[in-house]
C-alpha cells in the first residue's frame, strides 16, 4: 500500500474546535496529538472527545494517526485503546532513541491487533526523531520494523537536545535532515520535515519547504490549517515539473524505439537517474489522482 504524506496536520484531540475543523480541512493525513499539544490534566478529557469523535465516523477514509505518549507512561496504555477498529492508521511514535524503543512499540501494536481482530501488521508506526541520539541512530531505526512508513523529524526537540539556536537559515537542522531523508529514502519510507513554527508568513513558509523538498523529503508536519495550501502546494510537482518529466519520458522513448541510445531534451542529455527522477514526478502524480478518486482527499 502507497501512502500520500504531504502534509500532516496535528490536531490537539481535547479541543471540539480544532477537531470539527479538522474534518473538512486540506491535510493529506491528520494526526491526532495526545502528547505533547495535550496538557497532562486534559489526556483523559482527551481520549474521551477522540474516542466521540471516531465513533461517529466523521474522519473515516482519511489517513488518520494518532501521537501517543512515550514508553513507560501511564497514558500510553490508555491512548492505545482508542484504536478499536482499522480507521486509525498508525501512531506517531514520541522521545525514541535507539531501534529498542521501535521493538517496544511494535510489540504493543501487536498486542492491539489481537485484542481488536485487526490484520497483523495494518498498523503503521511513524518514528518522530526529535533528539541528538535519536538522529544517530536513524539509520537502525528506520531499517527496526516493517511497520514504518515514514521517518518524522521534530526539530524543535532536537534544538533543545543539543542546545543548538533555531537561526534563519536553520543551520542546525541540515545534519539531522539530511541524515533523516537518507536514512528513509534507504528504507523506501518517506521523510517529512519538521514543522515551519512562524504561522503567517507563508513567504519563509514557501523557501523553508522548497529547500526540503530539493533535499529530498517528501511532506511537512503542519500545526496551523492556515498553512495547509502552502504545505500541500510545494510539495506537489508543478505544472512545468510535470510537462518537463513528460517530455523527458517521450524523448527517451522516442530514441529507444528509433533503435538509439542517448536522448536530448533542450539540448541536455538525459540520462538514467533523470529519467528515473521524472518517472518518480509522474508517480507521485498518479498517486495523487488516485487518492482524489477514492475520496481521501478533494482538493
Not at 492491539?112 to 541512530?137: D, F, H, M, W, Y
Request: charged share 25%; net charge negative.
Amino acid at each position: 500500500m502507497k501512502y500520500l504524506l504531504r502534509s500532516m496536520l496535528f490536531v490537539p484531540a481535547y479541543n471540539e474546535k480544532f477537531l470539527n475543523k479538522a474534518i473538512t480541512c486540506e491535510a493529506d493525513a491528520i494526526i491526532f496529538d495526545m502528547e505533547d499539544a495535550v496538557p497532562k490534566g486534559k489526556r483523559p478529557e482527551a481520549r474521551i472527545m477522540l474516542k466521540k469523535y471516531l465513533d461517529m465516523g466523521v474522519f473515516r477514509g482519511k489517513q488518520l494517526f494518532i501521537r501517543v505518549n512515550q514508553l513507560g507512561t501511564d497514558d500510553l496504555p490508555e491512548d492505545l485503546k482508542l484504536i478499536t477498529d482499522n480507521q486509525i492508521t498508525g501512531i506517531v511514535v514520541p522521545k525514541i532513541t535507539d531501534v529498542g524503543n521501535i521493538k517496544a512499540f511494535e510489540a504493543l501494536l501487536d498486542f492491539v491487533e489481537n485484542r481488536e481482530g485487526l490484520e497483523r501488521g495494518s498498523l503503521k508506526l511513524l518514528p518522530l526523531i526529535e533528539n541528538a541520539q535519536a538522529v544517530i541512530n536513524v539509520d537502525s531505526i528506520a531499517a527496526g520494523s516493517k511497520r514504518n512508513i515514514a521517518i518524522l523529524f521534530g526539530g524543535e526537540d532536537y534544538l533543545d537536545s543539543v542546545s543548538g539556536i533555531n537561526d534563519c537559515p536553520r543551520r542546525a537542522f541540515e545534519m539531522p535532515r539530511t541524515m533523516i531523508v537518507m536514512a528513509a529514502r534507504t528504507h523506501g519510507l518517506l521523510p517529512i520535515d519538521t514543522p515551519y513554527l512562524d504561522l503567517k508568513n507563508e513567504e519563509g513558509f514557501l523557501e523553508e519547504e522548497y529547500a526540503s523538498v530539493a533535499m529530498g523529503f517528501a511532506g511537512c508536519l503542519i500545526v496551523n490549517p492556515v498553512q495547509l495550501p502552502w504545505c500541500n502546494k510545494v510539495f506537489t510537482p508543478s505544472e512545468v515539473e510535470i510537462q518537463h518529466a513528460k517530455d523527458m519520458i517521450a524523448e527517451v522513448n522516442k530514441i529507444q524505439a528509433a533503435g538509439g541510445s542517448v536522448a536530448v531534451l533542450n539540448g541536455k542529455m538525459i540520462g538514467p537517474p533523470m529519467l528515473k527522477r521524472a518517472n518518480k514526478v509522474m508517480a507521485l502524480v498518479e498517486l495523487i489522482e488516485e487518492f482524489k478518486a477514492a475520496g481521501k482527499i478533494n482538493w
